[in-house]
């Protein structure tokens, strides 16, 4: 049996605890994944998408409970720290890049993501041979603009760059948080393609959150759907394939049904 | 008008030597609000701090440039806290550096233990380096500029490299930043520490020329170093690090001939402080006065 490249066990989540606001985001949260696992994640507005995969990420720390990444604790690690395991393509292209630095120094502070940072040279030559290599693959012409503020691209390039700075570093952990939802169709649809071509050749690890159920179906080998912070519903590979949208609405609804008569 | 103009280039490489120490405060104002996006006003004390450090050191008998140096570590711990509080109570970081500036005021009276001390009798830097000649403009402006040289050139090549890009990548966008394996918290800290230390050798340096210590030394200097940061951006612009690194030093050489040529018009000193905080304001209403400006998105940052 292969090691889990990452593993939440009852991972727990309470904001405002002890007040009548107190709301779990996370409540006993139990997600595993195996190497090069997409795993999409799904579930209404404030099912605990965005939560979980701050927690993951380091940006919310947990109340209770484990996250291991490659059979490594990093509970109690900060974000800044377990960006050596971690890439992240945020939903806002504003927040994924430095929209004041030039695409080049953008690519460089990815490239040394969870690296020791000294004070040698940033950009240097072999660097910016490098970045345009990895830039040319877009089709975007963006590998001859390095020193392009990111200010100054559209959403969709942006969004583009931001999954070449995830990715280029092969994390054991790809984070992509509705990475596409902010974009126009087109735009969405060349940078889903972009993901998939470099989560496949890279075999990455990889978490999506999305609320497109096409993509859910159409991408990755595993759905996870979440309600009230935990997970609702797991579908394999196996049993994802010939699943529907109607299908997977369908299962959502009876499930949040269900979940609804317990309670009252 | 003649004998106006004579008394004005008469003028001017005294106030070049003026400049040149204030651009270190200008240096010092510029890296915490342009690189860092933290606006920060712990340079109005940190420039007395350096001085009444380095004027009471130097008056106890010790080397000029050890003094300097314990004044440059002093600004340093005073702008790490002025950082920390921000992000350790997350206090505002005006209403911070505001806290920081104002107990200031009564550490420098307590290393002081008065208000005022001439150094006239003693050795400074300027001494030590061009003996008799140390008090001729052209060589303040020599040593100064080429320590004002030095600052400029490392601050570039720091922003260049690794860590200083890093640094940026905090201002630009923290949480891209910390998304990227950056500790936001430290490059903070160590930004507004240097920028402070910056202030505090400027300090340092204006005892030294100037030839007291006065523990209210430097009020309104941060007004006149942000005057001199938006001159020196209109002139240099800021598109890339090394405008932004030399505007701070452009700026406070043409900022205060400016001031020197409206003083020699007949510009009334106490009405200084007025015309410099109207300046400012007008260069930061500009835009919103006229609508559409160009500048807008730049000038708004300084606003918030």
């Known amino acids: 049996m292969t090691t889990n490249m990452l593993a939440v066990t009852g991972g727990t989540k309470i904001f405002y605890r002890g007040t009548l606001d107190e709301r779990r985001a996370l409540d006993g949260l139990n997600i595993a994944l195996k190497p090069a696992d997409f795993c999409i994640v799904i579930g209404s507005n404030g099912a605990g998408k965005s939560s979980f995969l701050n927690a993951v990420s380091g940006k919310l720390p947990l109340d209770a409970g484990r996250i291991t990444i490659d059979g490594q604790d990093v509970t109690k690690l900060n974000a800044h720290r377990r960006a050596q395991f971690i890439a992240r393509v945020f939903q806002d292209p504003m927040i994924g890049t430095a929209p004041t630095m030039t695409i080049g120094e953008n690519m460089l502070l990815a490239e040394l993501r969870g690296k020791p940072r000294g004070f040698s040279y940033g950009l240097t030559a072999p660097r910016k041979a490098k970045y345009r290599e990895q830039l040319a693959e877009l089709n975007l012409g963006l590998e001859n603009r390095l020193d392009m503020p990111v200010g100054l691209l559209s959403g969709g390039q942006r969004q583009s760059l931001s999954l070449v700075m995830a990715v280029s570093t092969r994390p054991k952990l790809l984070l992509l948080d509705e990475h596409t939802a902010a974009l126009d169709p087109r735009t969405a649809k060349l940078v889903m393609d972009t993901t998939v071509r470099a989560v496949e050749e890279l075999k990455l690890t990889t978490l999506m959150v999305t609320h497109n159920m096409e993509h859910a179906i159409k991408y990755g080998n595993k759905i996870v759907m979440m309600d009230a912070g935990k997970v609702l519903l797991e579908i394999g590979q196996e049993e994802k394939r010939g699943i529907t949208v109607p299908d997977l609405i369908d299962r959502f609804h009876t499930k949040s049904d269900a979940i609804a008569l317990q309670g009252s | ?304």
């Open chain 2, 1 to 304: 008008m003649l004998d106006i103009l004579t008394s004005f280039y008469g003028l001017i490489p005294v106030t070049i030597a003026q400049s040149l120490i204030v651009a270190f405060v200008v240096l010092g104002v510029m890296l915490p609000f342009r690189i860092l996006n933290f606006p920060d006003l712990t340079s109005e004390g940190a420039f007395p701090l350096g001085g009444c450090v380095c004027g009471t050191l130097i008056s106890m008998g010790v080397n000029p440039f050890l003094a300097c140096g314990v004044a440059l570590v002093c600004g340093f711990l005073a702008g790490c806290t002025t950082a920390f509080i921000h992000l350790r109570f997350k206090i505002n970081t005006l209403l911070a550096g505001i806290l920081v500036m104002t107990m200031l005021y009564s550490i420098n009276l307590r290393i002081m233990g008065r208000t005022n001390i001439p150094l006239f009798t003693y050795d400074t830097v300027f001494t030590i380096l061009a003996g008799p000649s140390a008090n001729v403009s052209w060589v303040k402006i020599l040593i100064v500029g080429a320590l004002i040289a030095l600052v400029v050139g490392l601050m570039l090549y720091f922003f260049m490299s690794e860590k200083g890009t890093s640094m940026r990548a905090v201002g630009a966008s923290p949480d891209m930043a910390e998304a990227q394996g950056i500790n936001v918290g430290i490059a903070t800290i160590m930004g507004v520490g240097v920028a402070s230390a910056l202030s505090a050798t400027g300090g340092s340096i204006m005892v030294q020329t100037q030839g007291f210590v006065d523990v209210n030394m430097g009020f309104g200097i941060l007004i006149n170093g942000l005057a001199a940061l938006i001159i020196g951006e209109a002139i240099t612009g800021r598109q890339t690090i090394l405008r932004q690194v030399m505007a701070p030093v452009v700026g406070s050489i043409v900022y205060y001939q400016l001031i020197s040529f409206c003083l020699t018009l007949g510009l009334a000193p106490a009405d200084l402080k007025f015309a410099t905080g109207a300046f400012v304001l007008l260069m930061l209403a500009l835009p919103n006065l006229r609508k559409s400006g160009s500048g807008t998105q730049i000038r708004e940052k300084i606003r918030e």
